[in-house]
């Protein structure tokens, strides 16, 4: 059951695969803001998954993300997120992304419910 209040954390070390400029995003070698909005999105999907229906699954749908802060190479991301809204199929959370020097990016999330099998069949006809 979906409730409010849902919440999860991971944590990532940040690595030469996950900077700006390997990813393209900028020049320096310090955590991509892609990389860190794939990690609360990461965050988000597995905090509710195991909530769903046998079946279904959700996809990302809208960000409101800020990215304050430089964290280098080595050092550790943790993200925390927390389901605040749902309604019928769509889900909010607010999401928090900590280096070990303290908040490094913060937003909201919003995803939505879906079938996965309707879905694809639904892709594969456009």
Do not use: W
């Amino acid at each position: 059951m979906l409730t409010v209040g849902i919440s999860k954390e991971l944590n990532r070390s940040v690595t030469k695969e996950t900077t700006a400029a390997a990813l393209g995003s900028g020049l320096l070698d310090v955590y991509a803001t892609p990389a860190m909005i794939a990690l609360m999105e990461e965050t988000c999907m597995k905090s509710v998954q195991e909530e769903l229906d046998e079946g279904c699954g959700t996809v990302g749908t809208g960000l409101t993300i800020h990215h304050v802060s430089a964290t280098p190479v080595g050092m550790n991301v943790r993200c925390i997120s927390k389901l605040v809204e749902v309604d019928g199929r769509k889900l909010v959370f607010d999401v928090q992304a900590f280096d070990d020097a303290g908040l490094i990016g913060q937003g909201t999330h919003e995803r939505f419910i879906i079938e996965n099998d309707k879905f694809f069949k639904k892709q594969k006809k456009n």
